[in-house]
């Protein structure tokens, strides 16, 4: 979604022209103030993919991470509401990566591991570890709201709980 139509939908729209924002508007939306999607995936295709299908979530920002350095380093500068992780990356497998996060967070950050072997995704749901949802690769731009909704709900739910 464009930055102009989120800023509509957070502030309203106050025209000034043909179509324009007056420059306040502007100026009182800040981007750090949506709440943040991560996602990790070794492959480019997929990881732009999964930010394409979320533009229809507005109010979420995606930050997207190749490998698990660069997602040290989004976890570093921003807190997450959800985390999108593939099973298999290059140096630690997306579970120790999830495992690693919540440690250095110290919180329960709900995750979405995704992978194409149906397999491990048939097993990791019969396990129903807490707060994760899991996902067979392709999955549709349905599939993947639905099961991120899920899992802010359930975390709602935690907190309402606790």
């Not at 508007?25 to 750090?32: E, K, M, R, V």
């Not at 299908?53 to 490998?67: A, F, H, I, K, V």
């Amino acid at each position: 979604m464009e930055l102009r139509n989120i800023i509509e939908k957070y502030l309203g729209k106050k025209e000034h022209g043909p179509g324009m924002l007056e420059d306040e508007t502007l100026s009182q939306f800040n981007p750090a103030d949506l709440e943040k999607i991560l996602i990790v995936d070794d492959d480019d295709d997929m990881l732009n993919l999964i930010k394409k299908q979320l533009e229809c979530m507005p109010d979420y920002q995606t930050l997207g991470c190749r490998n698990e350095l660069e997602t040290l380093e989004e976890i570093n500068n921003h807190e997450i509401e959800v985390g999108i992780i593939d099973v298999n990356l290059e140096a630690l497998s997306g579970y120790r990566l999830g495992d690693y996060i919540r440690y250095l967070k110290n919180r329960d950050i709900p995750f979405i591991f995704i992978s194409s072997d149906r397999q491990k995704v048939t097993e990791m749901n019969v396990l129903k570890i807490d707060n994760c949802v899991f996902l067979q690769k392709p999955f549709s731009r349905k599939e993947l709201v639905h099961a991120i909704r899920e899992t802010i709900q359930g975390k709602k739910n935690l907190k309402e709980v606790a």
